[in-house]
């Protein structure tokens, strides 16, 4: 099994922590966005990965580039690093990947994470990861019959169609044929608001007679911005500790300090005079002192004095000695 992850975009809507590093690489509850995401992926799929094809920008550079390939080396698969350097849509983004399109592949944006516990339909020619959703107008919806099949996409229905929210996932029986109808799109340039959709592909598959099912997720969590990149963080947070999968290192120095789990602590963090948690994770060779820190996301090598911090966002090698409690400081600032 292959995994095509589009992932080009920088994340315009998490700046500034997105101005050094691209979105799927912001840590979750200790781990890139984008490992969290393939790796769950592993997990419903119960096959073994072969290959992860990361499509980026060029200008990502090469330490995004490895990054990259020890997520992919870290669930034993092989790592193949793919361009799109215009932004021409869903399907162009795909098929920049379409050395990785053969036999059973999966499609995934990331930008989002899930948890769910279905077994994937591998005999229908795709399945369609979706979620029930309050408000369906907001969101691509798919349609079914009777037999739980997906006979219809609607984008954002004005009147009720259909509450099953299409999150971004998709499974393809066979990576040739996806990668056959993306050709013919760009082929015949044919485009929606100037870009190739993927949308399309699937239109023209369903009219060919392929099968389409849908695969359930029970929880869809976003990191589109600020406010719900912490609160993924939370979630995982959570999700970990009903695992058993908290992680707090054993390498810490705690002084006079109190943590509330469920917590994240990197490796060489010291606490001095704090109270950490719940939902707080801490990156590595970060110290803080005097400071109440929950539902908060501190990324690496920071120093945080005198805080009280509640739905904080906080990058790399950042300097903090203030009042202020709901922030988002990126990269290598100082705020005293």
């Given at each position: 099994m292959k995994i095509i992850v589009p992932m080009a975009g920088r994340g315009s809507?998490?700046?500034?922590?997105?101005l050094t590093v691209p979105k799927p690489l912001i840590p979750v509850a200790g781990k890139p966005i984008v490992h969290h995401l393939v790796q769950d992926i592993a997990k419903v799929l119960n096959d073994p990965i072969d290959e992860i094809a990361f499509i980026i920008h060029e200008s990502f550079g090469k330490q995004v580039e490895q990054d990259l390939i020890k997520v992919a080396n870290d669930l034993g698969a092989k790592a193949t690093i793919c361009y799109q350097n215009e932004a021409l849509g869903t399907a162009h983004a795909i098929l920049c990947a379409k050395q990785a399109m053969l036999g059973p592949i999966v499609v995934a944006y990331a930008d989002t994470l899930f948890r769910a516990d279905f077994h994937l339909d591998k005999q229908a020619d795709s399945v369609i990861w979706v979620q029930q959703v309050q408000d369906p107008s907001a969101f691509g919806?798919?349609?079914?019959d009777d037999n739980n099949r997906i006979?219809?996409?609607?984008?954002?229905?004005k009147e009720f169609v259909s509450d099953l929210a299409i999150i971004g996932i998709y499974y393809f029986k066979s990576g040739e044929e996806l990668r056959k109808e993306l050709e013919y799109l760009l082929d015949n340039n044919?485009?929606?608001?100037?870009?190739?959709?993927?949308?399309d592909a699937l239109e023209n598959m369903k009219l060919k007679g392929k099968v389409f099912a849908p695969g359930k997720v029970d929880h869809w969590m976003d990191c589109g911005n600020k406010d719900a990149t912490v609160d993924?963080?939370?979630?995982?947070?959570?999700?970990?500790?009903?695992e058993n999968k908290n992680y707090i290192s054993e390498n810490i120095r705690i002084e006079n300090s109190t943590i509330i789990p469920p917590c994240y602590i990197g490796d060489n963090v010291v606490l001095i005079d704090s109270t950490i948690g719940p939902n707080v994770s801490l990156g590595d060779n970060t110290t803080v002192e005097n400071c109440t820190i929950k539902n908060s996301l501190i990324q690496t090598n920071s120093t945080l004095s005198n805080a009280q911090l509640d739905n904080a966002m906080i990058g790399n090698h950042v300097t903090y000695n203030a009042q202020h409690s709901d922030i988002s400081i990126g990269d290598y600032s100082t705020l005293k």
């Open positions: 809507r998490l700046r500034p922590h997105t919806v798919v349609q079914l006979i219809d996409f609607v984008e954002k229905p044919i485009v929606k608001g100037g870009e190739y959709q993927l949308t993924t963080n939370n979630k995982m947070l959570e999700f970990l500790e009903q």
